[in-house]
Every structure is written in structure tokens, then in C-alpha cells.
């Protein structure tokens, strides 16, 4: 049983599933209306107002969330998090309400993520658009079945729209028209990309285009579809409500009225923009795309490791290196008993990636390294993820004070530690067994060799020598043994 989580600029939602008969049935969803997204004041911060609403739907949620035996929990946040200034003191407060870590997933995973979902509920094999109008961004996928071709994330969303064009909640002519020609503008540069030529049908995936399609359908507006002529007649009878809190149409609950407008306007943009005809409202999306790649996951086909390979191959890495890398270090890591596991996986595909800085130049390549892991598009990774990564390849080699502040986690510093030896070991063409080198970390590193072995690679002695004194500069004790 799995559990998704989408912390939205507008909404909070969960789904709890069941995965059987190859199928994602869902057996629990709430919602909290919390809109995040209007809680950032003119610094960019969340407002203490905001995170408190936040806490308490979290807190909600963690009492669902305890309810269910669930193998596996992941808590997605969009872009309302992602630009927030003080994420950073936001997180651990929510996180400890919630009970599980968040993830803050950059627009272009979320609109992978969002495609999976979509992708579960559509089986043909055509070319599809699909569109995904959140509280703070807008995504756009061009897929050919189950296969993505393009993604692009939009920083527009209905919460910022309404606040901008919408203000206390009043809906008029110029102003509506003004948030069309904005929601244009942010539109146009991309526009000839996802031109009718590459796709045969379009799909809107999020609640706000579900919304929208409610409102058409029950209220008889336009040709009954999401279409320009739809869009316009809902335009003309949401001015005519004067005000959000004054919008009667069937089907629309309160909270979605209040940001309806700007939703309109960015959906009238985009199809203005790009020339889409109709829009196909489907009912699956990012909490859906979540519980797949759980899933997914859990039997071993995990996204991440193909986006490695395929990082590994675009700039045409060493494999054979690289590999051996990444299977020394888990070894050693594994030798070091680890608490956290999930830093198996990160210093696995860290090992793999560690040489990608070469691609730019030999001098610094693990800095080079390090800031293409960091900002490189990695689908299936979360940006906590791809961070951890890069302070790890970044630590491979030299000095470790740009890095001292996280080798507090002891876990992080056995993976530093392994990372370090590893590639040691594949510089110096070695491959050390189980029983030629011991190690223990713990308030200290204490490494046992034997002399034969050393006495077999005299270098090692001079590199293990000097790797003593980069971790001696850290405060971090380093004791070697020779055993006969």
C-alpha cells in the first residue's frame, strides 16, 4: 500500500492506493484547500499565517497516514515551496508534522511525474499534449505513448494570476483581459514547440482544468468542451458574477471560484498561443504519477537509474571506470554499517557520475562535477537528492572544509569516505578484498592493511597518508594499522 502526497501552491492532497491487478486502486484522498501560494508576502516568504494553515493540514494528514499499513510514503512539493525564501525553516517544522521527509521536485520532474500519472489512464499509443494548470506553474508534456519527449514548466499558476489581476476577489472586463495577454507573454517564447504539429490530442490533467470542464459541462456554456468558444462564454459569465465570492456555477465549490479566474485566463492564453482546438479534461495526475514510480520502485525499476545511464552516455563517460567507482564505494560504505540506507542508492549513483566533470575540463573536474549534478535535469530525482549528490562528488577529492558543515551526519561522511577510497583505489588500479582492508567510523576513521599488501601497492601508503591529514583538518581523527 502506497501513500502520494502533493503539497500545491493552491491544495493539499493525498491519495493512499492499493496496487492490484495491475492497477492503482485508490482506497483514501483528502484535500485541504490551503493555497500556499498566497501566503508569500512581497519578500518571497511564506507568512507565519500561511505555514500555520500548512502545519495543520499536515497534521491532518499524518493522523490519515497512521491509520493505513503503507510500505512506502513520498511527499512531493511544487513551486510554491520551491521559490519560497524560507523553505529552509518551513521544511523541518512541516516535515516533523507530517511524520515523513518532503521533497521539493523541480518543475520538470513534476511534469514527468504528473505524465506518468496521466499516461496510467490512457492506453493508446497516439501523440498527446498534456497540460497541468497548478496554484504557482503551469506544465506542458508532448508525449508519444508511454514516452516523453518534452517537458517544459511555466512559473504562471491560477494563485498568482488571481492576486495579480483579481484583486479582493473582483472580476472585470480589462483586467481579465490584461491576465490573457500576461498568461501570453509567458507563453509565446515557447509556443512554436508545442504547436499542433507534434501532438494529435490534448489533455488537461490538473484539478483546475477538471474545474473548468465541470463548469462548461453543467452550466451549458459554449460547445459543452474545452474549447475557445467554452472558455469565452465562461469568461463572460464569471465578469458578469462581478466578484469570486458571488460565482454561482453548478458544480464549483467555494475554494475553486476564488481562483477560477486566473485559471481561465491562463488556459484562454495558452490555447490562443499555441492553436489548441479542444482540451480532454482526464482524471489522474501528479499524486497518481507518484504511486507509480513508487511501485515502480519497489520492483526495482527505478527511474533514477536509467537517467544516470543516460547522463553517463550523453557526455560519454568511462562506464568500466565508473562502475567500478560506484561498486567499491557502496562495498566500503556497506563496511562502514551505515544507519540511513537511502544514501546507498545516492553514493551508487554518485560513483557513476563521478568523472561527468571531465566533459568541461581535467582541472577541477569534481567542482565541474559537482554543479552539473546539482542543475542538470535528472528525471526521477528530487533537488535534496541531486544536492546530497553533488556534495559528494564535489568532496571526492581534495580538501574537505567545503563540505565540513555536512560531515555532522555520520552517514554522509562514511559516503564521503567510501567516494574518497573508491576512486583512490581506481586511480591507483586496485581492487581491494575483504579481507586486505578494514575499516570503523565511528567518533573516528580507523583503517587496518596489511603490509603484504601495501608492500604489493606502494602508493597506496602515500595516498592513505595524505588522506589522513584532510581528514585530521576537519577535526575528524584518522588512525592507520599495519597488520602482518
Known sequence: MFAAIDLGSNSFRLHIARYEDDAMRIIKSARDPVRLGAGLD????????AIDKAIASLTRFNAILTSYPLSAVRVVATNTVRVAKNAAQ????????????IEIISGEEEGRLIYMGVASVLNSNERRLVIDIGGGST??????????????????GTVPQNLAFFPDGRIEA???????????????????LFKPDFWSAAYGSSGT?????DAIAKNALGDGQISLKSLQALKKRLIAFGHTDDIALSGMKADRATVIAGGTAVLIAMMQEIGIKTISPVDAGLRMGVLWDLQWRASKLDRRDQSVRDFQQRFALDAVRAE???????DIFALLKPTDETYIGLLGWSGL???????????SYHKHAAYMIENADLPGFTAREQRVMSRLVLAQKGNLRKVEEMLSNPDFAKAVLALRLAAMFMHARIAPGADELRLKMKNRIEVEMHKDWIKRHPTVSYWIEKEKDVWDEVGIEFSIRLNA
Open 353 to 363: 557520475l563521478h568523472e561527468i566533470g571531465l566533459v568541461i575540463s581535467h582541472s
Open 324 to 330: 567500478q567507482v560506484a561498486q567499491t564505494a557502496v
Open 139 to 156: 506544465e506542458l508534456i508532448i508525449s508519444h505513448g508511454q514516452q516523453i519527449e518534452k517537458v517544459e514548466s511555466f512559473t504562471i
Open 42 to 49: 512581497s519578500k518571497g516568504n511564506l507568512s507565519a499565517a
Open 90 to 101: 518551513f521544511l523541518p517544522v512541516a516535515e516533523a508534522a507530517l511524520g515523513y521527509p
Open 209 to 213: 482544468v477538471r474545474a473548468i470542464a
Open 174 to 192: 480589462a483586467a481579465f483581459d490584461e491576465a490573457i495577454l500576461s498568461a501570453r507573454s509567458r507563453f509565446e517564447d515557447a509556443a512554436l
